[in-house]
């Protein structure tokens, strides 16, 4: 089966007047339930992130910043982030989760997971909020995979209309884990471009697709399928991680790229298909982006339908 989180408790993270805020994936869990999505999928229990995880890719002293902000009644982070009184206890469950989808795919009990949890986390970096993201969940339990769950290689896709810059900063020098971004550019948060393709041992294993306004639905799915299958093949996947961003969406408020809700079907069994040619199908994809209510509750709802036909042929 495939694994759903999509508990309450990440209407927690309270931000009030932002882009990134509870109504964003309100109406999703109930949408899933008509549509007959949710009574295909397993909701397993999971446990918060442990600081000694988080501390894998974050500093204590980031950590413990974001700690005491949220304990001392929340304010803003930084100029785009905001932490509300029980955000660092929802952050810690957002990194858990997809740390559980990890334990649990790794062990063979499940082939494909979806964590739509918030707060975001793919700006976040080693010592700092940025973009919406406190900590960033996909790095955590990539950290998790491999130093933990003794994986050798892994793969990371975002097609969140953002460069994924915490996530990249986090792995540029791994030889092992490889990312891939494809992203509107020139754009928030700047970085991204082409040239960017990692360091050290780790050169080579970054690849940026960046994007211009306006491009055509077609050039951008075949942009993203050319990208993801010469990084696959260079890479071999145990796993495969999707910061699954619906913000390139045609009525997304932010990102907007013109992207049909029917597109993100196809970028789904683009990484499906890349996920069977190496790892059996592993594929767990987390939420990032999307600040359209109602597109995000349509594009998350064919992602997950695609998910669940490809786990259950
Ligand atoms: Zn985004």
């Not at 982070?77 to 334990?103: K, R």
């Not at 976040?124 to 900590?135: I, P, S, V, Y």
């Amino acid at each position: 089966m495939t694994l759903l989180y999509n508990e309450p408790c990440f209407l927690g993270h309270v931000t009030t007047h932002h882009p990134e805020c509870a109504d964003r994936i309100r109406s999703i869990p109930q949408r899933l339930k008509e549509s007959g999505l949710a009574e295909r999928c397993r909701r397993p229990k999971f446990e918060p992130a442990s600081r000694q995880r988080l501390s894998e890719v974050h500093s204590t002293a980031y950590i413990n910043e974001v700690w005491a902000l949220a304990k001392s009644g929340g304010g803003d982070i930084e100029a785009d982030t905001v932490v509300s009184p029980a955000s660092f206890d929802v952050a810690l469950m957002a990194a858990g989760v997809v740390c559980d989808a990890a334990e649990r795919l790794v062990s063979g009990e499940d082939g494909k997971a979806l964590c739509l949890v918030r707060p975001p986390g793919h700006h976040a970096l080693a010592g700092r909020a940025m973009g919406f993201c406190l900590f960033n969940n996909v790095a955590v339990a990539a950290r998790v995979a491999v130093d933990e769950l003794k994986l050798d290689r892994l793969l990371i896709v975002d097609w969140d209309v953002h460069h994924g810059n915490g996530t990249q900063a986090t792995f540029w020098e791994s030889p092992n884990i490889g990312f891939l971004s494809i992203h509107r550019w020139p754009f928030y948060p700047g970085s991204g471009n082409s040239y960017e393709t990692g360091g050290g041992h780790g050169l080579g294993t970054t690849l940026n697709l960046p994007v211009e306004f306006g491009i055509s639905r077609k050039d951008y799915l075949d942009t993203f399928a050319a990208g993801l299958e010469k990084l696959a093949a260079k890479i071999k996947p145990q796993l495969i991680f999707i910061s699954a961003g619906f913000d390139a969406h045609r009525l997304d408020p932010v990102g907007s790229l013109g992207l049909e809700t029917e597109d993100f079907a196809t970028l789904t069994n683009t990484v499906i298909d890349a996920a069977e040619a190496y790892c059996d199908g592993k594929v767990i994809s987390v939420l990032e982006g999307g600040y359209n209510p109602r597109a995000l509750t349509d594009s998350v709802e064919v992602h997950l339908a695609e998910m669940i036909r490809r786990a259950e042929n």
